[in-house]
């Protein structure tokens, strides 16, 4: 963890209008998950264009830290170990571990917080800054509302999650600022990319599709065999090999899928981190996944895609800017947002009904289109 000092005094403002603020340190709360500090990247462009010269840092969770470790607009990363401190009301050491946490962040002396987690750990941690602008949602969970003082106006049920972090713009006054997300990939990086690409036989520049099998929730995933019948047509109609991703836990469900393929996939699961997942995916003609991290990053980078979605509403949480890729069933029951195989009543209909050629007519057209 890292959280520097500073001995300039807090700006005081009011709190019915922070639009006017002249803010020099910035605390950005989004420690998780990754499509969620995803869709927090506008805000951080957002803030930069609004507050050029400000020290701007974000608190962000261990395994998430090198999307914006080193990213050109964020000065300092706060790093949230959810090992060391979530757990801080059981264990001496952890509780230890909680206060010198939030001393530091009082130590810090930010005059503007903006949680945009919503929890109420989030929201104690905007209020133990002692900052005089501290912004949040309304709907926040856990009473979290009660640490700010300027709350946000509710989501709407289909407000997609970029729009929703996007309603600080307003609060903070740099509505003229376009959302954008930046996942700033250096070229190193995508020269990273290109060898991992080449060390597992493919030919500098070829085109490949990405597969992204895995997600958090079991709810979300399409079933093994069908992404191994849609990657075999995608080579036999396409010429397009497929190269399968995960991350080193999704090993076991990436070579099972690679197996059941008559034809041969490259399968560089585990072997990739977050920054070269992004890099290789970057590269791709074409991105298949769920509801999950590697969508929202698929998306952000502009990447042809086709995004296989359940128990979620794909409005909401879907791939921002990329509707047309979505790929679902419209049944009664959707969306659920049921995590669990067992709680689902119905068989897990929409994804085990969901066959393979929808998905692979969508992803035919996100191809020509972008031929």
Not at 102 to 128: C, E, M
Not at 175 to 197: F, G, H, N, S, Y
Not at 295 to 319: C, D, E, F, K, Q
């Amino acid at each position: 963890m890292n959280v520097a000092h500073h001995d300039s005094a807090p700006v005081h403002t009011s709190a019915k209008d922070f639009s006017k603020i002249d803010a020099k340190r910035i605390l950005l709360i989004k420690p998780s998950s990754l499509g969620d500090i995803v869709h927090a990247l506008p805000v951080l462009h957002g803030l930069r264009r609004r507050f050029p010269e400000a020290h701007i840092a974000w608190m962000v969770a261990t395994p998430f830290v090198p999307l914006v470790a080193n990213h050109p607009d964020v000065d300092e990363i706060v790093e949230f170990s959810r090992k060391k401190l979530a757990r801080w009301f059981m264990h001496p050491s952890s509780f230890a571990a909680f206060r010198r946490f939030s001393r530091s962040l009082k130590t810090a002396r930010y005059d503007l917080v903006i949680d945009l987690q919503g929890l109420f750990r989030s929201g104690y941690f905007s209020w133990v800054t002692g900052a005089k602008c501290r912004v949040g949602f309304a709907d926040a969970r856990e009473l979290a509302p009660l640490f700010y003082n300027k709350r946000l106006p509710k989501r709407s049920a289909d407000e997609h999650a970029v729009e929703h972090n996007y309603r600080v713009a307003e609060a903070l006054g740099f509505t003229r600022v376009k959302p954008k997300i930046d996942l700033a990939i250096t070229e190193d990086e995508r020269a990273r990319a290109a060898e991992i690409l080449e060390g597992v036989g493919l030919a500098k520049g070829a085109s490949f599709a990405a597969v992204l099998p895995s997600a958090r929730w079991e709810t979300k995933q399409w079933l093994p065999e069908r992404f191994s019948q849609l990657i075999d047509q995608i080579e036999r109609e396409r010429g397009l090999p497929s190269v399968i991703m995960g991350a080193p836990d999704e090993r076991e469900l990436c070579a099972k899928i690679a197996n059941q393929c008559a034809l041969s996939p490259v399968d560089i699961s585990g072997t990739t981190n977050l920054r070269e997942l992004a890099a290789v995916i970057e590269k791709a003609a074409v991105v298949v996944c769920h509801d999950s991290g590697p969508m929202h990053i698929a998306a952000a980078l502009n990447r042809p895609m086709v995004s296989i979605i359940g128990p979620t509403n794909p409005l909401r949480t879907g791939p921002w800017g990329h509707q047309d890729s979505v790929v679902r069933r419209d049944l009664d029951c959707s969306p659920c947002y049921l995590k669990r195989l067992s709680q689902c009543r119905y068989d897990h209909s929409c994804m085990r009904e969901l066959p393979v050629e929808p998905v692979y007519a969508r992803l035919r057209v996100m191809l020509d289109q972008n031929a």
